[in-house]
């Protein structure tokens, strides 16, 4: 749920672009985020 999540908001921000939306930029970031720290959880 959460992988899916985070593909999900990972590409809305790709194609709002930086330049045009920070925000989704930082949505980005928080993806990313989110999707190593549910892979960490999976590991342990």
Same mark, same amino acid.
């Given at each position: 749920?959460?992988?899916?999540?985070?593909?999900? $908001?990972? %590409?809305?921000?790709? %194609?709002?672009? %930086?330049?045009?939306?920070?925000?989704?930029? $930082?949505?980005? %970031?928080?993806?990313?985020?989110?999707?190593?720290?549910?892979?960490?959880?999976?590991?342990?």
């Amino acid at each position: 749920m959460l992988l899916a999540l985070a593909v999900i $908001l990972l %590409i809305l921000a790709v %194609i709002g672009g %930086i330049a045009i939306h920070p925000l989704l930029f $930082l949505i980005a %970031i928080l993806a990313v985020l989110v999707l190593f720290a549910s892979r960490g959880r999976a590991l342990f």
